[in-house]
């Protein structure tokens, strides 16, 4: 069921998710809820407090990897996940994001992140990345720890991006 993106700055965006115990009919729901929104609104990538659920989950489309820009999009799913950086050196990416309409911005983060956590059948899922790929990996993780990517920017663009979403509420 296709489930509407909250958008920055709804207060449940800021909130940290608890962990999933039981991979249940529940947990299944909410990430065939999280595909079907995905697939409508576009993007690389969702967490479940992007549609209002505190629960640790994200969807990252792992065919990103293959940095190839007519590699077929292959959504895999992350329940509890934890990234380790493996370098550390920051690298630049330009970000968007779906909860945070009419802003890209470049982010720097660690080089090289690995992702791991379980899938819906309760197996171990591990993925390595960097680059843009690594920058999705952390991004979609910190919607968990209730970040948005706009924590990451220096105090002036974030007061502006804030100014500009005030003007436009009037």
């Known amino acids: 069921m296709l489930r509407p993106v909250l958008q920055y700055p709804d207060p449940l965006l800021s909130k940290p998710c608890e962990p999933v115990g039981a991979i249940d009919d529940g947990i299944r729901a909410l990430v065939a809820d999280m595909l079907d929104t995905l697939s409508t609104v576009g993007g690389v990538g969702i967490a479940a407090p992007q549609i209002g659920v505190l629960k640790r989950v994200v969807i990252i489309d792992v065919s990103l990897e293959k940095e ?9 799913v992350f329940i509890n996940p934890v990234v380790t950086v493996l370098d550390p050196r920051p690298h630049e990416e330009n970000e968007g994001c779906l909860s945070v309409p009419d802003l890209r911005a470049k982010v720097k983060r660690p080089r090289l992140v690995a992702l791991d956590g379980i899938d819906l059948d ?20 910190d919607h968990l720890d209730g970040k948005l990517f706009l924590d990451h920017l220096s105090f002036l663009k974030r007061s502006l991006y804030d100014k500009k979403m005030r003007k436009g509420r009037k």
């Open 68 to 76: 190839q820009e007519d590699a077929p999009q292959d959504f895999r």
């Open 122 to 141: 309760g197996n171990p899922v591990h993925i390595e990345g960097g680059g843009y790929y690594g920058a999705c990996m952390q991004h979609e993780t």
